[in-house]
């Protein structure tokens, strides 16, 4: 199992930028493909971006595609979404999200998700 705890959220003013963090525990987490989602009030949640195991492949939703960058550090058991021009509609709370094998896009296909952590872009 995976035990996930993500931090680094806060509130920014639109073009600012944020650097989450998800900090794993347990085993093998370099055998764990990795995600960021974020589900807004009243929203469905929605994938942001993966990695997969070797940090060789990312993925981004294109809304986030060129602004945000998601990278791991499996000496640490970390994985980290910088965030940058953030703008209103980024405004959510963000999940950090893992999987064994390759990278996904699905979110019906993470296995252990975080609690979260509270992201707000103001106007």
């Known amino acids: 199992q995976v035990q996930l705890v993500e931090s680094g959220g806060g509130l920014v003013q639109a073009g600012g930028s944020l650097r989450l963090s998800c900090a794993a525990s347990g085993r093998a987490f370099s055998t764990y493909a990795m995600a960021w989602f974020r589900q807004a009030p009243g929203k469905e949640r929605e994938f942001v971006s993966a990695?997969?195991?070797?940090?060789?492949?990312?993925d981004y939703a294109g809304s986030v595609k060129g602004r945000f960058t998601i990278s791991r550090d499996n000496a640490k058991n970390t994985v980290t979404l910088q965030m940058n021009s953030l703008k209103p509609e980024d405004t959510a709370v963000y999940l950090c999200?893992?999987?064994?094998?390759?990278?996904?896009?699905?979110?019906?296909?993470?296995?252990?998700w975080g609690q979260g952590t509270q992201v707000t872009v103001s106007s």
């Open positions: 999200a893992a999987t064994q094998g390759s990278l996904r896009v699905g979110r019906t296909a993470y296995n252990y």
């Open positions: 990695i997969s195991w070797s940090g060789g492949s990312t």
